[in-house]
């Protein structure tokens, strides 16, 4: 099982950015994906989520209405579309999984909170 | 919001055993919460250790264990070993997100 992110990078606020996670090794599409960030000199935060489908996406306040996540579950692929960025919004990007991939009857979808495996994480930077 | 409330640092010697702990804001922590517990250390990616309070992921080994201990979520160290110096940081899920604790600094000495 593994996971890679990709896409960051220097950015000036204002601008957007769209980082990946490719994954392997697993059912991706049974998996709901998070995101989660560290920014410098902070602890972790929890920026999203999504189901094994897409259908459902759940967004931490501080980024609702600017980020997108979103998932192609064709090439096992997590995406996080950042807009209107800030200077807080610097910060280690990382994406990880859920760690059971359990089907929701209600739902009709894969959801299940935590995570078990994470990737190494890809920097974005909002600077001028 | 919610807010998730962490010991900032804790001391533990070789081979004792410490606690850690987790609380919420909006009132006790239930396993509807689904606690999870996470380490990092400097210069790497986190690593998961616990998720729904108590399962433990099948490469972490038996001193990490997880529970739920008057009204808060608990990771507890047995034979602590010297690699065990990291941060913990405490997962919760409220109305369906996500919120970290702000962390645990355990310094093995």
């Known amino acids: 099982v593994q996971l890679l992110e990709s896409g960051g990078g220097l950015v000036q606020p204002g601008r957007s950015l769209r980082v990946a996670c490719v994954a392997s090794?697993?059912?991706?599409?049974?998996?709901?994906m998070i995101w989660v960030r560290r920014a410098p000199g902070k602890g972790l935060e929890w920026v999203s989520d999504i189901s094994g489908s897409g259908r459902s996406t759940k967004y931490a306040a501080s980024v609702k209405g600017r980020f997108i996540i979103s998932r192609d579950n064709s090439k096992n692929t997590v995406f996080l579309e950042m807009t209107n960025l800030r200077a807080e919004d610097t910060a280690v990007y990382y994406c990880?999984?859920?760690?059971?991939?359990?089907?929701?009857?209600?739902?009709?979808?894969?959801?299940?909170?935590?995570?078990?495996?994470w990737g190494q994480g890809t920097t974005v930077t909002v600077s001028s | 919001q919610t807010v998730v409330t962490q010991e900032p640092s804790l001391t533990v010697s070789p081979g004792g055993t410490v606690t850690l702990t987790c609380s919420s804001s909006?009132?006790?922590?239930?396993?509807?919460?689904?606690p999870s517990w996470i380490q990092q250390k400097p210069g790497q990616p986190p690593r998961s250790l616990i998720h729904?309070?108590?399962k433990r992921s099948s490469w972490i080994p038996a001193r990490f264990s997880g529970s739920l201990l008057g009204g808060k979520a608990a990771l507890t160290l047995s034979g602590v070993q010297p690699e065990d110096e990291a941060e913990y940081y405490c997962?919760?899920?409220?109305?369906?997100?996500?919120?970290f604790g702000g962390g645990t600094k355990l310094t093995v000495l």
């Open positions: 997962l919760l899920y409220s109305g369906g997100l996500g919120v």
């Open positions: 909006t009132g006790a922590v239930t396993s509807g919460h689904y």
């Open positions: 729904s309070t108590s």
């Open positions: 990880a999984k859920d760690p059971l991939g359990r089907y929701d009857w209600t739902d009709g979808d894969y959801y299940f909170y935590g995570m078990d495996v």
């Open positions: 090794g697993f059912t991706f599409s049974s998996y709901t």
